[in-house]
C-alpha cells in the first residue's frame, strides 16, 4: 500500500499529529510527503500534492487544509482534524487512540470510500480547479453591495442585489452558504445550492437546483468588478460584465471512512438546526430496529 501524507505548515498540532503518523506507520507502507510538510523528515524526498500518486491521500488540518488538499489530489483523503471544527474529517485531534485505530484500520484494509460532489467552473471561459465546498462571487469593494444576474441553463431567472452569491455543493452547504442561512443538504444526494450573501431583500431565499443544470453569474454594477473565490481560499478577478458559469463536476471527492455516520460527525459542532442539548442522557443510543 502506498500512502501520501501532507499537513497544515502553520499548526503546530498538525506538524506533530503528522510525526507521529510517520513513525507509526513505520516500514508497514510506503509513505510519499508533500511539500507542505518539508520540515518533517527532511531526509526523505518531498513533492507538490498534485504530484503524488498514492492509494490513500492523509491530510492533517482543519478544513481548509482538506479543501485545499481536494484541489490539488484526486487520490482518496484521509482527513484528521486538528483544527477547529473539522466537519470533513472522521477523525478528531485530542484523541490518539482515535488516530493509531484509524490508521490501523488503513492499514489492514477496513475502510469504506464515499465520494461528494464537486463543482467546476469558468471565469469569462477560463477553466478553473474543482471545488468540495463551494464557489463566491462577492463584489470587489468591500462593503458595496452589487447587482447580481442570475441565468439557469442560460436562460436568465432574475436579478439579486447582495454582496455576492455562494453556490456550493451538498458538502459546502454546512460552511460559507449555512452561515448565509442556507440549507443543509445531507452530502449523499447531488444538488446545487444557491445562496445570496446579505441581500438587500430579506425575503430573499436560497434555492436548491437539479445537478445537471448550469448556474451562470454577472456582476451588472459592481464597482470596481468582482472576485470569484474557490473554497473561501483562491480568489480570480471578475471584471464588471464578465460571466462564471458553473457546472457539477465530472471528478468527484472521495474520503476514506470508518463507519461514522453524517450526522453524528455534526453532532457537537453547533450546526444541526434542533437542539443538540435535549435528551443527552440519552445521547449515543441508537433507537431500536422498525419492527
Same mark, same amino acid.
Request: proline content about 8%; aromatic content about 4%.
Given at each position: 500500500?502506498?500512502?501520501?501524507?501532507?499537513?497544515? !505548515?502553520?499548526?503546530?498540532?498538525?506538524?506533530?499529529?503528522?510525526?507521529?503518523?510517520?513513525?507509526?506507520?513505520? &516500514?508497514?507502507?510506503?509513505?510519499?510527503?508533500?511539500?507542505?510538510?518539508?520540515?518533517?523528515?527532511?531526509?526523505?524526498?518531498?513533492?507538490?500534492?498534485?504530484?503524488?500518486?498514492?492509494?490513500?491521500?492523509?491530510?492533517?488540518?482543519?478544513?481548509?487544509?482538506?479543501? *485545499?488538499?481536494?484541489?490539488?489530489?484526486?487520490?482518496?483523503?484521509?482527513?484528521?482534524?486538528?483544527?477547529?471544527?473539522?466537519?470533513?474529517?472522521?477523525?478528531?485531534? @485530542?484523541?490518539? &487512540?482515535?488516530?493509531?485505530?484509524?490508521?490501523?484500520?488503513?492499514?489492514?484494509?477496513?475502510?469504506?470510500?464515499?465520494?461528494?460532489?464537486?463543482?467546476? $467552473?469558468?471565469?469569462?471561459?477560463?477553466?478553473?480547479?474543482?471545488?468540495?465546498?463551494?464557489?463566491?462571487?462577492?463584489?470587489?469593494?468591500? /462593503?458595496?453591495? /452589487?447587482?447580481?444576474?442570475? $441565468?439557469?441553463?442560460?436562460?436568465?431567472?432574475?436579478?439579486?442585489? $447582495?454582496?455576492?452569491?455562494?453556490?456550493?455543493?451538498?458538502?459546502?452547504?454546512? $460552511? *460559507?452558504?449555512?452561515?448565509?442561512?442556507?440549507?443543509?443538504? &445531507? !452530502?449523499?444526494?447531488?444538488?446545487?445550492?444557491?445562496?445570496?450573501?446579505?441581500?438587500?431583500?430579506? %425575503?430573499?431565499?436560497?434555492?436548491?437546483?437539479?445537478?445537471?443544470?448550469?448556474?451562470?453569474?454577472? !456582476?451588472?454594477?459592481?464597482?470596481? @468588478?468582482?472576485?470569484?473565490?474557490?473554497?473561501? %481560499?483562491?480568489?480570480?478577478?471578475?471584471?464588471? &460584465?464578465?460571466?462564471?458559469?458553473? *457546472?457539477?463536476?465530472?471528478?468527484?471527492?472521495?474520503?476514506?471512512?470508518?463507519?461514522? %455516520?453524517?450526522?453524528?460527525?455534526?453532532?457537537?459542532? @453547533?450546526?444541526?438546526?434542533?437542539?443538540?442539548?435535549?435528551?443527552?442522557?440519552?445521547?449515543?443510543?441508537?433507537? !431500536?430496529?422498525?419492527?
Amino acid at each position: 500500500m502506498k500512502l501520501g501524507l501532507t499537513a497544515n !505548515p502553520g499548526k503546530p498540532e498538525a506538524l506533530r499529529l503528522a510525526a507521529h503518523v510517520l513513525e507509526r506507520i513505520g &516500514d508497514r507502507a510506503e509513505v510519499e510527503l508533500s511539500t507542505e510538510v518539508n520540515a518533517l523528515a527532511p531526509d526523505r524526498p518531498h513533492r507538490p500534492l498534485g504530484e503524488l500518486r498514492p492509494d490513500v491521500l492523509i491530510a492533517i488540518g482543519g478544513d481548509g487544509t482538506f479543501l *485545499y488538499t481536494l484541489r490539488r489530489s484526486e487520490a482518496p483523503l484521509l482527513p484528521i482534524n486538528a483544527g477547529t471544527v473539522g466537519v470533513l474529517a472522521g477523525v478528531g485531534k @485530542g484523541a490518539p &487512540d482515535d488516530v493509531d485505530g484509524a490508521l490501523e484500520r488503513l492499514l489492514s484494509g477496513r475502510y469504506s470510500l464515499e465520494e461528494r460532489m464537486k463543482l467546476a $467552473a469558468e471565469v469569462d471561459g477560463h477553466p478553473t480547479a474543482d471545488v468540495t465546498n463551494e464557489f463566491v462571487v462577492h463584489s470587489a469593494a468591500v /462593503g458595496k453591495m /452589487g447587482l447580481f444576474e442570475i $441565468a439557469v441553463d442560460r436562460h436568465v431567472v432574475g436579478e439579486i442585489r $447582495a454582496d455576492g452569491v455562494i453556490v456550493a455543493t451538498p458538502t459546502g452547504s454546512t $460552511a *460559507y452558504s449555512l452561515s448565509s442561512l442556507g440549507p443543509i443538504v &445531507d !452530502p449523499s444526494l447531488e444538488a446545487i445550492v444557491v445562496t445570496a450573501i446579505a441581500p438587500f431583500r430579506v %425575503q430573499a431565499r436560497a434555492i436548491v437546483v437539479d445537478p445537471l443544470h448550469t448556474i451562470r453569474l454577472r !456582476p451588472l454594477d459592481a464597482d470596481p @468588478g468582482a472576485v470569484v473565490i474557490l473554497d473561501g %481560499q483562491e480568489e480570480i478577478p471578475l471584471r464588471r &460584465d464578465g460571466e462564471v458559469t458553473l *457546472y457539477r463536476s465530472p471528478r468527484r471527492a472521495t474520503l476514506v471512512r470508518f463507519g461514522s %455516520q453524517y450526522f453524528e460527525r455534526l453532532r457537537g459542532k @453547533g450546526i444541526l438546526p434542533w437542539s443538540e442539548e435535549a435528551g443527552s442522557d440519552r445521547r449515543g443510543a441508537d433507537l !431500536p430496529p422498525a419492527a
